[in-house]
């Protein structure tokens, strides 16, 4: 009886390891609304996608650039050109809204290389929530 038990006990905590585990190896995925166009946001939002990719190194990962926040994918606006395109080798996708980059005036050209444009930062937001992303406002 007592050996039993042991055997019991050995596979329940197995389970709950394996199942710790694997909810640790989930695919997470993320998607940051970010719209704040100083440096110190800039830097922050950074260093969110950095802590993000620290607890789960595979998580997917996409800035959606709007408003202000554009300017970090601008190449007169970005003080962080050479880590967006790190972030970028390493899976992380910026976008830029092309809404506000037709209403300030930006071209494809002004963007820094990694950038990607998207039809309207609302609609990708939207959508990546609808397939089940979670979502903040990164920054400040």
């Known amino acids: 009886m007592k050996t039993k038990l042991f055997f019991l006990g050995i596979a329940l905590f197995s389970t709950s390891v394996l199942l710790a585990q694997s909810a640790n190896d989930a695919k997470h995925k993320i998607v940051i609304q970010f719209n704040d166009a100083d440096s110190v946001s800039q ?48 899976g992380v996708v910026f976008s830029a809204c092309n809404n506000t980059m037709t209403l300030r005036k930006i ?29 903040f406002r990164g920054g400040k």
């Open 43 to 90: 830097n922050r939002v950074l260093m969110q996608v950095e802590n993000i990719r620290k607890v789960w190194s595979s998580a997917e990962i996409e800035v959606v650039c709007l408003s202000g926040g554009l300017d970090l994918l601008t190449k007169k606006g970005s003080k962080m050109s050479q880590q967006v395109g790190e972030w970028t080798s390493k």
């Open 107 to 135: 071209s494809k050209e002004d963007l820094i290389a990694p950038a990607v444009v998207i039809p309207s930062a609302v609609i990708e937001l939207a959508q990546k929530q609808e397939a089940g992303w979670s979502y």
